[in-house]
């Protein structure tokens, strides 16, 4: 008996000091915000490019600028701050379209360049998952991904 106390003391007692706890609050996507030279310049590549509305800037801040990416998301541009920022195509973020034929198209249109993963010019990438999606870059070099998930 001795023992078996032993070894529930030895194995039982420390299983509540490695068991996880609840969260406090939850956390969800609210907003990226991404660093630019010139506000307006992006704002306007967002607008007409991407077809983003633009919000309320709330911080009322000069040089900063609101756009909507649907679904209570924001997109903020940023002009304010002067520090270099390091890009590459892994640092991007995804947007999703209902008509990815209409974007390429628009695309296609509006002399915008594209690429798929690899770097080939005007092509698609198909995922293992067959969602086509493409990456281009706004006029500061920030890559964007945009997918067919939504329509495929």
């Known amino acids: 008996m001795r023992h078996a106390l032993c070894l529930i003391a030895i194995f ?18 609210d ?3 991404i660093s630019v030279e010139d506000v307006d310049r992006s704002a306007d590549f967002y607008r007409t490019v991407l077809g983003l509305q633009e919000i309320t800037n709330r ?5 900063i600028r609101w756009l909507s990416l649907g679904e209570g998301k924001e997109l903020h541009l940023v002009s304010v701050l002067k520090e270099p920022v390091s890009i590459n195509k892994a640092v991007h973020f995804a ?8 974007l390429v198209e628009n695309l296609h249109r509006a ?21 086509r999606q493409i990456y281009l870059q706004d006029p500061d070099g920030y890559w964007i991904e945009v ?4 329509s495929d």
């Open 12 to 29: 039982g007692l420390p299983l509540p000091l490695f068991a996880q706890q609840a969260p406090v609050a939850t956390v969800s996507f």
């Open 31 to 33: 907003h990226v915000a």
């Open 59 to 63: 911080t009322k801040i000069d040089g």
């Open 95 to 102: 947007l999703t379209t209902s008509d990815f034929d209409g």
């Open 111 to 131: 002399d915008v360049g594209f690429s798929n993963w690899a770097g080939t010019a005007q092509a698609i990438t198909i995922r293992a998952d067959n969602v």
């Open 147 to 150: 997918n067919g998930a939504a």
